[in-house]
């Protein structure tokens, strides 16, 4: 229902001592403040503990105010909700807050107000940081063998889509995310024929990839089936028809199993892949990597995403010591991200081709050459900054691996033994 919620904690509070321990002035200070407020008590309940502090409710035709106290500690946490359904109170419900901050005059507080107006969604990066976004309408939201969906309509990126609680893809920005992990690699490689995507079920990736004219299959293979439905239903903007493209080979089958079991060869594999939490960690092991090279063929490219190197570092540098032991080059790059709300880094993986080595002239050639329309963020020049690190990112991945020492030998004497 519509309306806002303000909670707050008051600590090391100045005022008047008594109102930490008096139940009746206490009560006496939070109806005249309601009163003048404007906002209608309906009853309350005060309660003095022994030698304690108080706790105290008011119930109001708008809602309520909850009040308690340490005196021990002095400390206060308030707790006022209004409902807006038929006016706006949110002016009445602050005004009662202020008069309880100016009557305990505390040296530091901490404040929320949260608007229940419309529906917030909030996403940890960690345990300290996070952000919000909002959501105007919940389209859908279901329950799978594997994860709960979401589907929203928002304001600020059209429709959305949720795993387990946290943002995946939406209209508006898909294209960063998609665009960067296909195509650094793909554009560098002289002439990709056979793809594989692990994961990808709303199909962005496997669109971009489609754009290269040179690729005779690719090869999809999502985890749950549910994903590509709703991603058939409602996110025709990303993955633009490309389930009907016949070059698309599409599995509904389990991608650690899949990579384990197949003799194929690709030029090039993308790993579009939840966070490596839960049943998604395999897929940032060191097996399933080694799994990845042995379907490469020669020449070929493995790209992922690595997550946050500001929210998640040391995710970052443990994913990138695991690729940087097993491939010959691994490039790491970063990019903004805006739905994921932060700087995001990904990896261009090979024995043999260095994604980072093509400059942006020869970039642009092919893209002109390949004729790879209705890139939003993906140029020449992008490619070169992509990979153009920040000193701190450098830091958590190419300066934190170990280079490899080199030992003098001493030379045998001539006819000298073994």
């Known amino acids: 229902m519509d309306g806002l919620h303000i909670v707050a904690n008051l600590y090391r509070c100045g005022g008047d001592a008594r109102y930490l321990t008096?139940?009746?002035?206490?009560?006496?200070?939070?109806?005249?403040?309601?009163?003048?407020?404007?906002?209608?008590?309906?009853?309350?309940?005060?309660?003095?503990?022994?030698?304690?502090?108080?706790?105290?409710?008011?119930?109001?035709?708008?809602?309520?105010?909850?009040?308690?106290?340490?005196?021990?500690?002095?400390?206060?946490?308030?707790?006022?909700?209004?409902?807006?359904?038929?006016?706006?109170?949110?002016?009445?419900?602050?005004?009662?807050?202020?008069?309880?901050?100016?009557?305990?005059?505390?040296?530091?507080?901490?404040?929320?107000?949260?608007?229940?107006?419309?529906?917030?969604?909030?996403?940890?990066?960690?345990?300290?940081?996070?952000?919000?976004?909002?959501?105007?309408?919940?389209?859908?939201?279901?329950?799978?063998?594997?994860?709960?969906?979401?589907?929203?309509?928002?304001?600020?990126?059209?429709?959305?889509?949720?795993?387990?609680?946290?943002?995946?893809?939406?209209?508006?920005?898909e294209f960063v995310y998609h665009e960067t992990l296909i195509h650094p690699a793909l554009t560098a490689h002289p002439s990709p024929k056979r793809a594989l995507v692990i994961g990808g079920g709303d199909g962005g990736a496997a669109e971009e990839a489609l754009k290269h004219p040179s690729i005779e299959q690719l090869v999809m293979v999502e985890l749950d089936g549910k994903v590509v439905e709703i991603a058939k239903e409602h996110f025709g903007a990303i993955h633009r028809g490309v389930f009907d493209n016949p070059k698309l080979k599409l599995l509904i089958e389990d991608g650690l199993k899949y990579l384990a079991e197949t003799k194929e060869k690709f030029d090039y594999i993308a790993l579009d892949l939840p966070d490596p939490i839960g049943p998604a960690t395999a897929l940032y092991e060191e097996t399933f990597f080694r799994d990845c090279k042995r379907a490469l063929a020669a020449g070929g490219v493995l790209t992922l995403h690595m997550g946050s190197p500001w929210s998640r570092p040391d995710r970052v540098k443990m994913l990138y010591g695991r690729l940087a032991k097993m491939y010959k080059i691994a490039r790491p790059y970063t990019m903004f991200i805006p739905l994921y709300g932060c700087l995001w880094s990904m990896c261009a993986c090979s024995d043999s081709?260095?994604?980072?080595?093509?400059?942006?002239?020869?970039?642009?050639?092919?893209?002109?050459?390949?004729?790879?329309?209705?890139?939003?963020?993906?140029?020449?020049?992008?490619?070169?900054?992509?990979?153009?690190?920040?000193?701190?990112?450098?830091?958590?991945?190419?300066?934190?691996?170990?280079?490899?020492?080199?030992?003098?030998?001493?030379?045998?004497a001539a006819g000298g033994a073994k």
């Open 22 to 173: 008096d139940a009746a002035e206490l009560r006496r200070f939070c109806h005249d403040s309601i009163n003048r407020a404007g906002l209608t008590i309906l009853g309350d309940l005060f309660h003095e503990f022994d030698g304690g502090g108080v706790t105290g409710t008011v119930v109001l035709a708008e809602s309520h105010l909850a009040v308690h106290t340490w005196p021990e500690l002095q400390s206060v946490t308030l707790d006022v909700y209004v409902c807006n359904y038929t006016q706006d109170n949110s002016a009445k419900a602050r005004q009662v807050v202020a008069d309880l901050m100016e009557l305990y005059r505390p040296e530091e507080h901490v404040q929320h107000d949260v608007p229940r107006d419309k529906r917030l969604m909030y996403e940890a990066l960690n345990g300290d940081y996070g952000f919000f976004l909002r959501s105007s309408k919940l389209i859908e939201s279901s329950k799978t063998r594997f994860q709960d969906l979401e589907i929203h309509e928002t304001p600020q990126f059209g429709k959305l889509f949720r795993l387990d609680g946290c943002f995946m893809t939406s209209e508006r920005e």
């Open 353 to 412: 081709t260095d994604v980072a080595a093509v400059n942006s002239g020869e970039i642009d050639i092919r893209i002109g050459n390949r004729g790879l329309s209705h890139l939003q963020y993906y140029n020449g020049a992008a490619h070169q900054a992509l990979f153009a690190l920040p000193n701190f990112v450098r830091e958590l991945t190419v300066d934190a691996v170990p280079k490899p020492r080199l030992v003098a030998t001493k030379k045998r």
